[in-house]
């Protein structure tokens, strides 16, 4: 099974950039169609952006579609989300999730990694 690590959060302010990367391990990586998640202070996880094991297709959650990117590399196992224009509503823990090509279920989480956008 897949191992997940992620990286890159911090403190910024409104309309800064910010990346997250996600490192696998454990597995073939190109097996596993990823996915960002993240979940703020009282609110349950959300869906944030998921990308297909070759990377041709992706797709986002409303909230974030235009603003930020997902992308991976599977030659280096990682994959990565692109924060631009970020405003304090992005304020959560993002988890990097990973499930089979042919499921439907995300059964591999990442320990998640804080940002906070201050206004």
């Known amino acids: 099974q897949v191992q997940l690590v992620e990286s890159g959060g911090g403190l910024v302010q409104t309309g800064d950039s910010l990346r997250l990367s996600c490192a696998a391990s454990?597995?073939?990586?190109?097996?596993?169609?990823m996915g960002w998640f993240r979940q703020a202070p009282g609110k349950e996880r959300e869906f944030v952006a998921g990308?297909?094991?070759?990377?041709?297709?992706?797709n986002y959650a409303d909230s974030v579609k235009g603003r930020f990117t997902i992308s991976r590399d599977n030659a280096k196992n990682t994959v990565s989300l692109q924060m631009n224009s970020v405003k304090p509503d992005d304020t959560a823990v993002y988890y990097c999730?990973?499930?089979?090509?042919?499921?439907?279920?995300?059964?591999?989480w990442g320990q998640g990694t804080q940002v906070t956008v201050s206004s």
């Open positions: 999730a990973a499930r089979e090509r042919f499921s439907d279920k995300y059964a591999y």
């Open positions: 454990g597995d073939t990586f190109s097996r596993y169609n």
């Open positions: 990308i297909s094991w070759s990377g041709e297709y992706t």
